[in-house]
């Protein structure tokens, strides 16, 4: 199976920050990537496919980036709303995995 | 628009069976490919398993392997997740969701129910 890993597990940042959290494949997954928004009590909301498509109706803030192993997303100017668990997928084999999440909190 | 949307929480026993449903609307199930993932308390996102249109089969994760079983009621629209000798670490959120193609030859969870929760306690 392939293993997901992300960094940081969680961060605090303030409104206006720039954020990158970083999602490592244990062997090369090409453009394969997913991530994924997650409120409390909520269920995951897709963000960006093949790494770097943004899905529609995302705002443009969001990012992403990477390929093979090493895979970034990025949100230019936080807002309130985006305090969120963000998480990635592999879609390159299966089993899809998912890496451990990533949550955002307000400094 | 699909919508998803599932049955109501559950508290099982340990050893204990659970059915979780999954209620389509906005396409027919016949036109979607329907998955299951779980989520333990504070923990990350489980793939289950779902139907593989490529090889028209239903797969599943290999260590759930004889304890779950994922079926479609196409007359109703409506998908189920069946999962038998529940233990504590079965304790989790449940969800459906739609395995979509995307524009570049990769796939993606596009449309997710709203989760049921189920606990397994003595």
């Known amino acids: 199976d392939i293993q997901m890993t992300q960094s940081p597990s969680s961060l605090s940042a303030s409104v206006g920050d720039r954020v990158t959290i970083t999602c490592r494949a244990s062997?090369?997954?090409?453009?394969?990537l997913n991530w994924y928004q997650q409120k409390p009590g909520r269920a995951p909301r897709l963000l960006i496919y093949?790494?770097?498509f943004l899905q529609s109706g995302v705002p443009s803030r969001f990012s992403g980036s990477g390929s093979g192993t090493e895979f970034t997303l990025t949100i230019d100017s936080l807002r309130p709303e985006d305090f969120a668990t963000y998480c990635c997928q592999q879609s390159y084999s299966s089993p899809l995995t998912f890496g451990g999440g990533a949550t955002v909190e307000i400094k | 628009q699909v919508q998803l949307v599932q049955s109501g929480a559950e508290v099982k026993k340990p050893g204990a069976s659970v059915k979780v449903s999954c209620k389509v609307s906005?396409?027919?199930?016949?036109?979607?490919?329907i998955h299951w993932v779980r989520q333990a308390p504070g923990k990350g996102i489980e793939w289950m398993g779902g139907f593989d249109p490529e090889d028209v089969e239903t797969i599943y994760a290999q260590k759930l392997q004889g304890r779950v079983t994922m079926t479609e009621d196409t007359s109703t629209d409506t998908a189920y997740m069946e999962l038998s000798s529940l233990r504590s670490e079965d304790t989790a959120v449940y969800y459906c969701a739609t395995l979509s193609r995307d524009r570049v030859g990769g796939t993606l969870f596009d449309y997710w129910g709203q989760g049921t929760l189920v606990t397994v306690s003595s």
């Open positions: 093949a790494a770097s």
């Open positions: 062997q090369s997954i090409s453009k394969s």
């Open positions: 906005g396409y027919s199930l016949n036109e979607l490919s």
